[in-house]
């Protein structure tokens, strides 16, 4: 690993908007399933920051191992994140078997919303899913100071059709989750 000291939070936050969120500024092609070169996304970074001149592969590398989520992926040549796009167009995900119950933190004043609609993606590509109620109050609380924790049926779901796909070791996502397989304690 290079010696020079690079800020891998700051680099992960860029990496996020490049994979995620606007590709087509750093000038990146993304595949059907999320993946671009990992040069030529250490290229577009080098040329947005010049003080990572130096970044390369075990940069990313690093920067994988070290985040407390697990948010990108790394295969021979080719980096993709795993979720949380919200670019046009869905990426390509192969529907997987969930654990039979997943949890979505949101803010209380959208469960009217959520009882007539069922969860939707709204500005991304898929409904986001916890496999825990701790991790559904950590992100519902980007939402709200109190968030209130869904419980989302999957059996019941899957069985009636609904796709569910593996994002990582917290995240599950679905296309959208009908409100009958919502559960709410309020």
């Not at 390509?92 to 469960?111: C, D, M, Q, R, S």
Request: glycine letters at 4%.
């Amino acid at each position: 690993m290079n010696n020079k000291t690079i800020d891998l939070r700051a680099v992960s936050r860029t990496v996020s908007h490049a994979l995620r969120h606007e590709p087509w500024l750093y000038e990146l092609e993304l595949n059907d399933e999320g993946w671009t070169s990992i040069e030529a996304l250490l290229s577009a970074l080098r040329k947005d920051r010049p003080e990572w001149s130096e970044l390369d592969v075990d940069h990313l590398a690093e920067m994988i191992a070290t985040s407390a989520k697990r948010r990108y992926e790394i295969q021979g040549d080719r980096i993709r994140a795993f979720y949380g796009h919200s670019l046009e167009g869905k990426l390509k995900k192969i529907p997987a078997t969930p654990p039979e119950v997943l949890f979505h933190g949101t803010n209380p004043a959208v469960l009217p919303q959520i009882e007539t609609s069922g969860l939707l993606p709204m500005a991304r590509q898929y409904v986001h899913l916890s496999v825990d109620e701790d991790t559904a109050r950590e992100v519902g609380r980007r939402k709200c100071r109190k968030p209130i924790i869904l419980r989302i049926c999957t059996r019941d779901a899957a069985a009636a059709g609904v796709h569910f796909y593996e994002g990582n070791d917290k995240v599950w996502l679905a296309d959208a989750v009908p409100a009958e397989f919502i559960e709410s304690d309020s």
